[in-house]
Nanobody
C-alpha cells in the first residue's frame, strides 16, 4: 500500500488550503489515517488523525482551524486548513497506521507567509 498526497502550496496568513491523501489499496481501510507536519528543524508531530469510524483527533493548536475528513470508498483523507498562520509552515506527511509499520506519503509543502 502506498499513499499519494495532493494539495499544499503557498498562502498568506489567514488563508486556507486543502490537503488530500489517497491510499492505493483498501487493504488497511479500517486503520487510522492522518497528517503529521514537520517544520524546519522540528520533529514530525501529529496535527490531525481520523479513524475508520470518522472520529477525529486534533492537536490543540489547530482545534477550530483544521478539519479532517475521510472517504472510505476512495481510501482517502482530506485536511481542510483555515486561518493559517506562519507557524503552520511545514512539510505535511500523510500517514496510515498499518498493523505492521506506519506508512508515510511523500510529503507536501505548506508555506504560510506573514
Amino acid at each position: 500500500v502506498q499513499l499519494q498526497a495532493f494539495g499544499g502550496g503557498w498562502v498568506q496568513t489567514g488563508g486556507s488550503l486543502r490537503l488530500s491523501c489517497a491510499a492505493t489499496s483498501s487493504l488497511f481501510s479500517s486503520r487510522t489515517m492522518g497528517w503529521y507536519p514537520q517544520g524546519p528543524g522540528k520533529q514530525r508531530d501529529l496535527v490531525a488523525v481520523i479513524n475508520s469510524a470518522g472520529v477525529p483527533t486534533y492537536a490543540d493548536f489547530v482545534k477550530g482551524r483544521f478539519a479532517i475528513s475521510r472517504d472510505l470508498s476512495k481510501n482517502s483523507v482530506c485536511l481542510l486548513m483555515t486561518r493559517l498562520v506562519p507557524e503552520d509552515t511545514a512539510v505535511y506527511y500523510c500517514n496510515l497506521d498499518s498493523p505492521y509499520s506506519p506508512i508515510w506519503g511523500p510529503g507536501t509543502l505548506v508555506t504560510v507567509s506573514s
